[in-house]
């Protein structure tokens, strides 16, 4: 959630499907907090980045160069870096985007890209989550120790390990979840049960983990994670059918607390509304993002 036109009301911008990794998914809030029908966006990699489409598009909205205005970073599920793009055409021309370099070897995603300032030092870092040889889902937080509107990244640093085998992390996303000003990390995870009694053989569930910044004074504190503790939903933890993709937080229904928002297989958001007091988060049972626009889903190729 982001607000995609400078508005001031929050929008939703959400990647695409297979296999539309250029495509991206707009919904302007209008005026009433109801959402528009979705709109079709795409964006123009440098021509010799230009990949098959067989993968998927991961955008963030942020103001990158520091001159007020949202700026968009995308990558996709094949790509080894992300990209930057900082005007968007007036009519509906692809937006022009540009690479970000990061130090270190390439390494290609495998879920989706945050910015935040993680060490709080006052820069917006960079965290992402990519494959490391055979280990799926790293999530890497680079420092930047660059300038305002001029990032400048250090190598990659490691938050939460990827694995080999599944259970996978899926997405994340960066909020400060308990309130202690310390921005914390919200992991999806996609796990398989063997269980002949369905079609596959498998069970497959997603959860989401709840990884808290350490607390403390030393410098390695500053990506120091706590224990993970399960995200509940009406006291029990958040356990959905088949895939939790993407957590990503906005206040959906504009009573000033951050909603929960998580995407499925089949293109469709589910919003799970907070109702805890300031600064504290508790959600309720989940209501379809249909609720708040008419033409909710994501195509999924
Ligand atoms: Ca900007
Ligand atoms: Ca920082
Ligand atoms: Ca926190
Ligand atoms: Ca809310």
């Known amino acids: 959630m982001a607000d ?7 929008d939703l911008l959400s990647g695409s499907n297979c296999c539309d990794p250029y495509g991206l998914h707009l919904f302007r809030r209008r005026t009433d907090g109801s959402f528009e029908p979705r709109r079709h966006l795409e964006v123009d990699v440098p021509s010799g980045d230009r990949e098959s489409p067989t993968h998927q598009s991961r955008p963030f909205v942020t103001d990158w160069d520091s001159d007020g205005r949202p700026d968009l970073l995308f990558t996709t599920t094949k790509a080894t870096c992300p990209y930057v793009g ?3 055409p007036d009519d509906d021309e692809p937006m022009p985007m540009r690479r970000i370099d990061l130090p270190g070897p390439p390494r290609q995603m495998s879920g989706n890209l945050a910015v935040a300032d993680w060490d709080g030092d006052g820069l917006a870092d960079l965290l992402l989550s990519q ?7 790293r999530i890497s ?3 930047n120790v660059g300038r305002p509107g001029q990032p400048l990244y250090e190598e990659g640093r490691t938050l939460v390990s990827g694995t080999e085998r599944p259970p996978y992390n899926s997405g994340f996303c960066v909020i400060d979840w308990d309130g ?3 921005l914390d990390l919200l992991v999806a995870r ?10 596959t053989g ?13 607390v403390g004074d030393r410098p390695d504190d500053a990506y120091s994670l706590g224990e993970r503790r399960a995200v509940e939903v009406e006291g029990k933890p958040l356990i959905v059918d088949d895939y939790a993709a993407f957590p990503a ?3 959906l229904d504009g009573d000033g607390r951050p909603d929960l928002l998580l995407g499925d297989a089949r293109g469709f958001l589910k919003v799970y509304r907070n109702v805890g007091g300031a600064g504290r988060l508790r959600l309720a049972a989940p209501v379809r993002f249909g609720e708040f626009c008419n033409d909710e889903r994501i195509p999924t190729g």
């Open 141 to 143: 937080w680079f420092r």
């Open 202 to 214: 498998w069970d497959v569930r997603g959860r989401l983990w709840l990884y808290p910044h350490g």
């Open 190 to 199: 996609v796990e398989y049960h063997q269980d002949p009694s369905k079609p």
């Open 86 to 88: 900082t005007l968007w």
């Open 4 to 10: 995609f036109d400078g508005d001031g009301r929050l």
């Open 249 to 251: 937080l906005g206040d």
């Open 180 to 182: 202690d000003r310390q």
């Open 131 to 137: 494959w490391h040889e055979r280990e799926a889902g």
